[in-house]
């Protein structure tokens, strides 16, 4: 077999190692030994001590949801308060902290998180592999996330919630105008959270690289792969410009420093510039793997593979790519010159080109496929309408003079929610229905599922189509209340009862949830007769995911022997049943990064403390700064790093091995 | 509107989600429709009235027609791709892979058609709205601060300078320039059916320039979000002929000398006492700087930007409960006993 040129060296021959080739029956002493060796402990010891990436994506999907509720929680409140003019449920602070945190909720702790818990549950078995290139980093960028949420939500219960829109312009923001813990809150929040997601995209674009199964050769991994590479390497790129900007102001906050400061040669323009440059890319981050969701699911309710996979996996990256030339179209009014302007607008309309060939591309699958009207296909036939009105929308946006009136009006609040909602929510419910029977081993009730998708669908639209008029009657965002001679009353009657409609759709899935994971049919392992390697795997899948390391001959394994292709005959199958074994402790196989050709025995991780002890101790130590306990902080750090010597240990079980030898 | 495209009320009578989507044009259309009817003071989708709003009300037509064509065009397309009739086949059958590229070159290739086109048509328009087509004659700087809008009218010779605030006044046909700046924080300055909106920012001075093309009165709002009172910044631009504008000018020229005695002087003292430290009016010792200047008070149409109307009752309602009108100004609620009340009324009414 061939080795990587990355093995040309000299090398210890201990580490030299055939790896063992061949079957492992279900019910063998194989699978048994191999439960043993991945299964996490029962009991809280394993909950705490976890690596398993199906657990951790669980978890991230169940964590970033409550999120959800919490956040449309905040929204139905605020759509109380503006359902008529002059009401006064809320008082203007109130409305302040409110819109923030939904927006914060919204945007940092759902949007994102809910799609790292699909990509992490989803990306090992997508691809083949064991678990994660860093077990023990994605449990920590877990732990993290959560002790982040749970750090920006603190201040909540005491009325000092972050009050300066999840944009957080200084100088509203800074010193001066904001006294209070609320947006020290937000910033550390922000820097904190930065951290989770770093490392979380690092494991994932390490892991697309490194952790495919052999034969999967980089034009064969899912889009989804695709999307959430692009995500994570856009997050890696962003995110260092939101911490920075946030660690700023917290210095200027607390130690008098003046990056911000207007009296002292500030630039408040400067903020706005770190904020979007970070805010742009990570509008595409919170999409892309979503659209992603569908690329991969739609095409097994179209009964054929998806159209045009080479060019959805370009408009996906070209996507991004222009996604980091459009962040001033966040900024047409604050007196750029006109030049500037025509260049970001250029770009922000050039923008939906690669959308519209994923667009062409989903309708396309669907309209030479044959559709099975099951309750994700519907998700995701509703998220492309929403998709385009979104883009539409976006499109009237990009042009400057029109931006300058739509800018900061509702039109901007229906746009947001029409992708956000449309792009991100739609798919993720869709692929919660698809993926749910792999989750639990259970279907979820398609009748109750097609009653949540026309709640949904109906109160959405219902909801937030009447906020693109609202925006174009000149109301502004983020006003607590308004005045009936503006003549905006029936609109945002309409408005607030659509979300009150919306939000009905989402309890009815809730109550899906609940009544198939007790009572839902039994799935068995490929229940949507679905092409992926996931469905390879019985339902939920063993800990160790594959008994034996498959081999992927193509980008639809288990259809290859049903394609209508021309030269089907000859071509090679991808092999479930025959690879390599892998049982000589917690082991998966590396890849080479372009066309997964095996090179290695991948050691990996058993579970461990030391990810929840170091994200506790990181946590903890932003709440000394929170707080100014600056000897906390240094104890807190002290401990960190310690945990961090115990993680970083050196274990001569997890000296990673070349495989040499034996291959397909 | 006259011009108000009929094709907007039309739409294919598409099933699910096609209709569902017409629906939503048709409401637009009677929403929008209703709001013409001197309704919606910021509508300026159907309402714009200067050169430097009205081409971008055509953009915003245009866009906006294409973009409800677009999605209905989609949204038939989907639902034909569900729907459509195909012959009967084995469920366990598979697609092949290749095959539809065309979908994605044509559709890919219009929309990229289109969007060049677009991106010619709004860059003309911005270019067209960016700058005035005369040299403003009018120069007038506005200052944002929680939450009202200090208005400085310059002039070559100070004699003629003077402030007010919350009410902008231009005459009819002339674009105006404005200095945009800021106190405190990032305000936006928006007079929608005049022009869009530029944001206040402190440490700049950004310039933007309006011209009402009809005389009239145009609600103007702040549209950046800052703070509480964000919902209550609001202000109005009269536009007038250029002889009732000269007369502005001149009454706001005019200062105030107060009555030497009576109960008008005991109101001026009162003033003194408790509101000079923040409001000027000119001509007398009431010097402060951080409220708005008073001294043609009654001169203006509303109060406490745009949150009231500008009568003696709604006056004395504002600054005995200010802080219930609108919470967290820096006006306080002022406590007065009766008399306190009337004198202070009656000398505020001679601010005229």
Redesign the interface.
């Known amino acids: 077999m061939a080795i990587a040129d990355i093995t040309q060296r000299p090398i210890n021959d201990d580490l030299d190692r055939v790896p063992d080739f061949g079957r492992a029956p279900s019910g063998s002493d194989i699978e048994a030994n191999l439960t043993g060796i991945w299964e996490t402990a029962p009991g809280w010891r394993g909950w705490l001590s976890t690596v398993d990436h199906k657990t951790i994506g669980l978890r991230y999907i169940v964590t970033a949801f409550l999120f959800l509720l919490i956040g449309g929680i905040e929204a139905l409140i605020m759509r109380v308060q503006l359902a008529g003019p002059d009401l006064t449920l809320l008082?203007?602070?109130q409305y302040?902290q409110l819109f923030t945190m939904h927006g914060v909720t919204m945007i940092f702790l759902y949007a994102l998180p809910i799609l790292s818990g699909f990509s992490n549950y989803l990306w090992p078995l997508l691809l083949g592999s064991r678990d994660m290139a860093f077990p023990r980093l994605n449990a920590l960028s877990y732990w993290i996330f959560l002790f982040a949420g749970i750090f920006m939500y603190v201040s909540f219960p005491l009325g000092q919630a972050p009050n300066?829109?999840w944009f957080n312009?200084v100088?509203?923001s800074g010193p001066i105008?904001n006294t209070g813990p609320n947006i020290d809150v937000f910033a550390l929040g922000m820097v904190l959270l930065g951290i989770s997601t770093t490392v979380g995209s690092v494991n994932f674009v390490v892991t697309l690289f490194r952790m495919r199964a052999p034969g999967m050769t980089i034009n064969r991994v899912p889009i989804l792969v695709w999307g959430t590479l692009t995500a994570s390497v856009a997050n890696l790129l962003a995110i260092p410009a939101i911490s920075l900007a946030f660690f700023l102001l917290w210095l200027d906050r607390q130690f008098g420093t003046h990056f911000f400061d207007?009296a002292n040669?500030?630039?408040?323009?400067l903020w706005q510039h770190l904020f979007w440059i970070f805010g742009h890319p990570w509008v595409y981050a919170i999409v892309l793997p979503a659209m992603g969701i569908v690329s991969d699911a739609l095409p097994t309710f179209?009964?054929?593979?998806?159209?045009?996979?080479t060019?959805v996996a370009l408009a996906t990256m070209a996507t991004m790519l222009i996604g980091f030339e459009v962040w001033i179209h966040h900024m047409f009014?604050?007196?750029l010159p006109?030049v500037a302007?025509?260049i970001f607008?250029?770009a922000s309309?050039?923008i939906?080109?690669p959308s519209?060939?994923a667009?062409?591309?989903w309708?396309?699958?669907?309209?030479?496929?044959?559709?099975?009207?099951k309750t994700p296909f519907l998700f995701f036939?509703?998220f492309?309408?929403l998709f385009?009105?979104g883009g539409?929308?976006g499109?009237?946006t990009?042009?400057?003079?029109?931006?300058?009136?739509l800018?900061?009006?509702y039109f901007i609040v229906a746009h947001l929610h029409y992708v956000l909602l449309g792009i991100n929510v739609f798919p993720v419910v869709g692929g919660i229905y698809y993926w749910f029977p792999k989750f639990t081993g259970r279907m979820m009730s398609e009748r109750i599922g097609k009653w949540s998708f026309w709640v949904m669908?109906?109160g959405f639209?219902v909801g937030f189509?009447?906020m693109?008029?609202a925006g174009?009657?000149?109301?502004?965002?983020?006003?607590?209340?308004?005045s009936s001679?503006?003549?905006?009353d029936?609109?945002n009657m309409i408005t607030s009862v659509g979300s009150f409609l919306f939000a009905l759709g989402v309890l009815i899935f809730l109550v899906n949830v609940v009544i198939s994971l007790k009572r839902g049919a039994l799935a068995g392992p490929n229940p949507w007769?679905a092409?992926t390697l996931e469905w390879t795997t019985s339902s939920p899948p063993p800990a160790y995911n594959f008994a034996v390391i498959p081999t992927v001959a193509s980008?639809?394994p288990l259809?290859e022997d049903?394609?209508?292709?021309?030269s089907g005959d000859n071509r090679a199958r991808s092999n479930f049943t025959e690879g390599y074994l892998l049982t000589k402790g917690r082991e998966t196989i590396g890849t080479s990064p372009i066309d997964a050709k095996p090179v290695a025995i991948l050691k990996m991780p058993d579970d461990s403390y030391t990810p929840f002890f170091s994200g506790l101790f990181l946590s903890l130590l932003f709440a000394g700064l929170l707080l100014h306990w600056w000897s906390f902080t240094a104890g807190m750090a002290i401990a960190g790093g310690i945990t961090l010597i115990i993680w970083m240990w050196p274990q001569k079980a997890l000296v990673q091995r070349i495989a040499a030898g034996r291959g397909p | 509107m006259k011009t108000f495209k009929p094709g907007f009320y039309r739409g294919p009578d598409a099933p699910c989600?096609g209709r569902?989507?017409a629906l939503?044009v048709v409401?637009?259309a009677t929403?929008?429709g209703?709001?013409t009817a001197g309704?919606?003071?910021?509508?300026?989708?159907l309402h714009s009235h200067g050169p430097a709003?009205r081409?971008?009300m055509y953009?915003?037509w245009v866009?906006?027609g294409?973009?409800v064509a677009?999605?209905l065009i989609?949204?038939l397309?989907?639902i034909?791709?569900?729907l459509?009739k195909?012959p009967a086949?084995d469920?366990?059958?598979?697609?092949?892979?290749?095959?539809?590229?065309r979908?994605?070159y044509?559709?890919?290739g219009i929309?990229?058609c289109i969007?060049a086109g677009?991106?010619v048509?709004?860059?003309m328009?911005?270019?067209?709205?960016?700058n005035p087509p005369t040299a403003p004659a009018i120069t007038l700087t506005v200052t944002g601060y929680?939450w009202w809008w200090k208005i400085e009218y310059d002039h070559p010779e100070s004699a003629k300078r003077f402030i007010t605030a919350n009410e902008i006044h231009v005459p009819v046909g002339q674009p105006v320039l404005l200095k945009?700046k800021s106190a405190?924080?990032?305000h936006?300055f928006?007079v929608?059916k005049l022009?869009?909106?530029?944001?206040l920012?402190?440490?700049?001075i950004?310039?933007k320039w309006i011209q009402a093309d009809e005389a009239g009165i145009y609600s103007g709002?702040?549209?950046?979000?800052?703070?509480?009172?964000?919902?209550h910044m609001g202000f109005e631009v009269v536009a007038e002929s250029a002889n009732d504008f000269q007369k502005w000018q001149e009454e706001q020229l005019r200062t105030v000398s107060p009555s030497p005695a009576g109960r008008i002087n005991a109101g001026y003292k009162l003033f003194l006492d408790r509101c000079a430290g923040c409001h000027t009016i000119r001509g007398t010792d009431a010097a402060g700087e951080h409220g708005p200047d008073l001294t043609h008070l009654n001169s203006r149409r509303r109060l406490a930007g745009g949150l009231l109307a500008n009568t003696p009752d709604d006056l004395m309602d504002w600054i005995t409960r200010a802080q219930k009108h609108k919470?967290?100004s820096r006006m306080p609620s002022m406590v007065l006993s009766d008399d306190e009340r009337s004198v202070l009324a009656l000398f505020l009414s001679t601010l005229d």
């Open positions: 008082t203007p602070e302040s300066a829109g312009y100088p509203f105008y207007v040669d500030g630039k408040p323009l179209c009964r054929r593979p998806l159209v045009g996979y060019a009014a604050t007196g006109a302007l025509s607008g250029a309309m050039v939906s080109i519209a060939v667009v062409f591309a309708i396309a699958t669907i309209w030479l496929g044959r559709p099975v009207f036939a509703g492309v309408i385009v009105i539409m929308s499109v009237m990009a042009a400057v003079p029109l931006d300058w009136q800018n900061d009006t669908f109906t639209n189509f009447p693109h008029l174009l009657l000149g109301m502004p965002r983020r006003i607590y209340t308004y001679r503006m003549g905006w029936g609109v007769d092409a980008r639809h259809w049903r394609l209508e292709e021309d | 989600a569902l989507i939503a409401s637009t929403m929008t209703t709001a309704e919606a003071p910021l509508n300026y989708f709003s081409p971008t953009l915003g866009l906006a294409l973009s677009v999605c989609i949204a397309l989907l034909t791709a569900m459509r195909r086949a469920s366990r059958v598979i697609g092949q892979e290749s095959g539809g590229l979908w994605i044509i559709g890919t929309s990229t969007l677009l991106v048509y709004s860059l328009v911005l270019n067209n709205v960016a929680d945009l405190d924080v990032i936006a928006w929608p022009a869009g909106k530029t944001q920012i402190p440490g700049l950004n310039q709002q702040c549209s950046q979000f800052c703070g509480v009172g964000h919902a919470p967290g």
